[in-house]
């Protein structure tokens, strides 16, 4: 049975801290739905009604466009280990990017990392938790470097030429680009 709550308990928020993956739902009104799975430590509860993600460049930028486009957004942690337990944060988000005012009070909760694109700041509306009795368990073997280790390697100026032109989701809906390269060191 699902138990909703309208905003993130202790609770809640010791089982996101021990989950090293979450998954990220995002939709317009046409087009394609996006999901996607995120690592790293880069998810923040700033308090039970917000949270934070850091994004790094990757193939697309789907969840800004969404965003943008819609602002709805759907969070989801499972727990691979005991007790099993599925939670949702559903919510409102935006892109913070590095030439926004709040750019630095946001980027505070983080540690940068390099190809940082920009933040998701979501506004929890609703949480709900479910059983999640049909998830298997696994053990966590380690953190998968490539795309740090990718952007890491990266020209600045070159990396910044190339997000410079991606305004343009998929489906054609409008982002905005960063203006910077962060190396994250």
């Known amino acids: 049975m699902a138990d909703f709550t309208e905003a993130l308990t202790e609770k809640h928020i010791a089982m996101i801290a021990a989950q090293p993956v979450f998954f990220v739902a ?50 989801m942690f499972c727990n691979f ?35 940082t694109r920009q933040i998701f700041d979501i506004t ?10 049909g998830v298997p368990l696994m053990q966590l073997e380690s953190e998968r470097e490539t795309l740090v280790k990718y952007h890491r390697q990266a020209d600045p100026a070159a990396w910044e030429a190339k997000t410079a032109g991606r305004i343009r989701s998929i489906d054609g809906l409008p982002t905005r680009a960063t203006d910077r390269y962060i190396s994250g060191e």
């Open 81 to 115: 280990q005991q007790p099993a337990l599925i939670l949702r944060i559903y919510g409102r988000g935006r892109a913070v990017l590095p030439q926004d005012a709040e750019w630095e009070a946001l980027a505070a909760h983080f540690t940068l990392l390099p190809g």
């Open 26 to 75: 995002t939709a317009a009104a046409e087009g394609r739905i996006n999901l996607s799975p995120k690592g790293y430590d880069a998810f923040r509860v700033l308090s039970p009604t917000r949270v934070a993600y850091l994004d790094l460049g990757g193939s697309g930028n789907e969840t800004h466009a969404h965003l943008a486009a819609d602002g709805r957004i759907t969070v």
């Open 124 to 133: 929890v509306e609703s949480v709900q938790t479910s059983c999640g009795y």
